[in-house]
């Protein structure tokens, strides 16, 4: 459908066609008019397929613009989505007078409420904040009409469950709400079931939870030679824009201080950065200035990051779904993307894990060699040069270019010199081959891996009377796997996963085995970590007699 052919305010038409709108979305076209009518809406439909601007349009369309209170609630799950939200809004709202202000914390709650008290008509928050300023009295639901849940299933993921279910109580019994999600669990009908009225439901996602348009690769390596793998992969695929994730705070710290020491144009976002640098480095992604972000799963989350031409795996996740939200940020409109993902032998579980949830293979692939990185190089160079000279005006080289010639230097001497100012041609690591081949003994387990041995019969490699012991209150009740308390261990305490072993998965509790020379970054990391969706620590326990 045309944006003409929808019966909607002249200004928001202006404004969308000043964005370059042309046509809705098929989200954007099948839950407009219901939302304008009044009706409650759940939308299932992927991040990039114009949701925002599928509730955002009739919303603003049945905005009563003499009021200048509190006519809209628009809930996300992150800072930086609610921030995005809201930009968008105001771009949608370009040639309107319509008011709009983002709320979350790591920002001076006093600016926002000057904010709220001085005229909004559209709030976007995260529950938190919104419950603040709720208990503040200062957002009231005297005329809000619509309430929005964005990215629904992430909220209830990331446990805003109770905060929801507050918000929600303190709404009028009579407001409209409107709750769009990737994925449609249980907790998200629950909502459904217990806030909607009749809710209208539109599906836009296929059956298939990956894109076509992904090319999906793994490559099997071992995990110190991680970063040289990743670097390597950049200099082949040389992607415009490029999403690497990790598991944990620390390991995007330490992969992005190793990738700028190699000289990469790369920055990271995480959890403990602060909210505004957060924002200037997604800035800095979306506009060109940086080509490499290296970011966790919870500070990426929601964010809508255009023109993602590949999304690498430095860990690979935990959980499957994962997995498919983090490489859903490329292959996007219908353009070719590419995952890759670096896993160890002894993650090659969670690759079969991932094959059966998305029912896909994922292609296994051999590192490039250093000599095939400095050949295709070199050829980049070449072709750089060659369009230079096709496309540029060097009248005002020549003079200085005949110059060197007619010195006592060849015009071969001459180019190899500038290249050689000009061009790295080094590959940093000695490591001929980084790949990691997995041994019949290896490939073995890696198949059985997760089936219906007991536990006990899992990872039991080593000398264990050698071995640290820890306890942790996780266990089969909470349908915790070995790889689950793997991962956890070795991605939060730095560790190679090859260092956890012995993993005995009881009814509600759990033990594994750390080398000795483990046990300060164990102790000191394994603190208040998820596994699960429980909190729990650590402990380590008297030696067996």
């Known amino acids: 459908m045309l944006i003409r052919e929808l019966n909607v305010k002249e200004d928001i038409i202006l404004g969308l066609e000043a964005m370059g709108f042309t046509e809705f979305t098929p989200i954007q076209e099948r839950v407009i008019m219901p939302i304008i009518a009044g009706q409650d809406v759940i939308g299932q439909a992927h991040t990039g397929t114009g949701k925002t601007a599928a509730f955002a349009i009739p919303v603003l369309n049945n905005l009563d613009l003499s009021i200048d209170k509190p006519q809209c609630l628009i809930l996300c799950p992150t800072r930086e989505l609610a921030v995005q939200v809201r930009k968008e809004i105001k771009t949608i709202s370009k040639f309107m007078n319509v008011t709009s202000t983002a709320v979350y914390g790591g ?41 929005v849940l964005d990215e629904a299933d992430e909220m209830l993921k990331m446990g805003f469950k109770e905060d929801i279910d507050e918000i929600l109580q303190n709404a009028n019994e009579d407001i409209q709400t409107l709750l769009f999600s990737a994925t449609i669990p249980k907790n998200v009908l629950n909502i459904k079931e217990k806030y909607q009225k009749n809710p209208v439901f539109v599906k836009t996602v296929s059956d298939e939870i990956t894109s076509d348009t992904i090319n999906q690769s793994y490559y099997v390596v071992k995990h110190q030679n991680k970063i040289e793998a990743l670097a390597r992969i950049i200099d082949i695929y040389a992607p415009k824009l490029a999403l690497v994730f990790c598991n944990t705070k620390n390991k995007v710290d330490e992969v992005a201080e190793k990738m700028i020491e190699k000289g990469y144009n790369c920055d990271k976002i995480h959890g403990d950065i602060k909210q505004s640098t957060r924002m200037e480095v997604l800035n800095k992604f979306n506009n060109g200035i940086i080509n490499l972000l290296i970011a966790t799963d919870v500070a990426a989350r929601g964010l809508d990051i255009k023109h993602v031409e590949a999304v690498i795996n430095y860990d690979v996740p935990d959980k499957e779904d994962y997995y498919v939200h983090r490489i859903g940020r490329t292959g996007r409109a219908g353009t070719q993307g590419y995952s890759f993902t670096l896993s160890s032998s002894k993650e090659m579980d969670k690759i079969q894990n991932i094959e059966r949830f998305t029912k896909k293979e994922i292609n296994k692939r051999n590192v490039p060699t250093a000599e095939k990185v400095l050949e295709v190089k070199k050829s980049k160079i070449a072709k750089e040069i060659m369009k230079t000279i096709e496309m540029e005006d060097l009248s005002d080289m020549k003079q200085m270019a005949n110059e060197l010639y007619s010195s006592d230097y060849d015009a071969e001497d001459v180019i190899a010199a500038l290249l050689k100012m000009n061009y790295d041609f080094k590959v940093a690591s000695d490591v001929t081959d980084l790949n990691e081949h997995i041994g019949k003994r290896n490939k073995v387990a890696s198949r059985v891996y997760g089936d219906k041995r007991s536990s006990n019969e899992k990872r039991s490699f080593g000398d264990s009377s050698m071995q640290d012991r820890y306890y942790i209150g996780v266990g089969k009740k909470d349908k915790v796997k070995p790889s689950d308390i793997l991962g956890a261990v070795a991605g939060e305490s730095g560790i190679p996963g090859d260092s956890v072993a012995k993993i005995d998965i009881y009814e509600t509790f759990s033990f594994f085995n750390v080398a000795p020379e483990h046990r300060k970054a164990v102790l000191a990391n394994m603190k208040n970590v998820r596994i699960k969706g429980r909190t729990v620590s650590a402990e380590l326990t008297k030696k067996r007699k």
């Open 107 to 147: 920002a001076p709650i006093v600016d926002q409420i000057k904010k709220i008290k001085k005229g909004s008509q559209i709030i976007v928050g995260t529950p938190g904040r919104t419950i603040d300023l709720i208990n503040r009295r200062v957002l009231k639901f005297d005329h809000i009409k619509t309430l």
